[in-house]
Structure formats: C-alpha cells, structure tokens
C-alpha cells in the first residue's frame, strides 16, 4: 500500500503518525515536509474532500494568525489560498493511503486508512 504524509518533523504528532506509518507492514511511504514543500490549493482542496472535512477543519489555529486573519470564516477558496502560501496553517499531519486522508490528530487515526 502506498501511504503519503504530510509531515512536520518539529510536530509531535506528526513524529507519532510517521513512527505508526513506518512500523506498518507493506507500506510504501512518500514523506512530505510541507513547510518545505507546500502541497497546491487544488491537492489540499482533494485532500480535504477525500477526509471529508472542510479547509477551515484543516486549519491551524494555535501558533498562527488564522483568527486574527478570519480565516475560520472564511470561503473555502481564501483558506486554501492562505495555505498553500502559508503552509504553516495547515494542520497537521495529513496522511492519504488508497484507503482514504486522514487528518491524524490524534495520530491514532492513521490505522483507519491503513
């Protein structure tokens, strides 16, 4: 199975979802540093649809001006504008195998798309 993360290595969480992702057997595993590498608006409005959440549920709030800015208001085309300019407004990690996109947090979430 092929498996993609988005990942943060000074995040916790993502480290976590990348221990679960390497440990998995038979995965085939394309990490992305994303504040390195920021996915397009149009592949972050994919991953979205495909995890079944809004961009404002991908947003990241602590440690980032997304309220100040009303982007947790905002049309779904702002926020992924925003992000893929900013990546450090994506919440992370997101993490897309042939089973689906998860946002995992927590990292947990990752086996259900394993």
Do not use: F
């Not at 959440?53 to 779904?76: F, H, K, M, V, Y």
């Not at 925003?82 to 990546?87: D, L, R, T």
């Amino acid at each position: 199975m092929k498996a993609t993360i988005w990942h943060n290595p000074a995040c916790g969480t993502s480290r976590k979802t990348l221990a679960i992702l390497q440990e998995a057997p038979e995965v085939e595993l394309t990490v992305v540093e994303y504040l390195a590498n920021p996915p397009s608006s149009e592949k972050l409005a994919q991953l979205y649809r495909d995890a079944g959440i809004s961009p404002q549920q991908g947003l990241r709030l602590r440690g980032t001006d997304a309220e100040e800015r009303a982007l947790p208001r905002a049309s779904d085309a702002e926020v992924l504008a925003a992000m893929a300019a900013e990546p450090k407004l994506i919440e992370r990690p997101l993490v897309e195998t042939d089973k689906g996109v998860r946002l995992c947090r927590p990292q947990d979430v990752v086996r259900e798309i394993l």
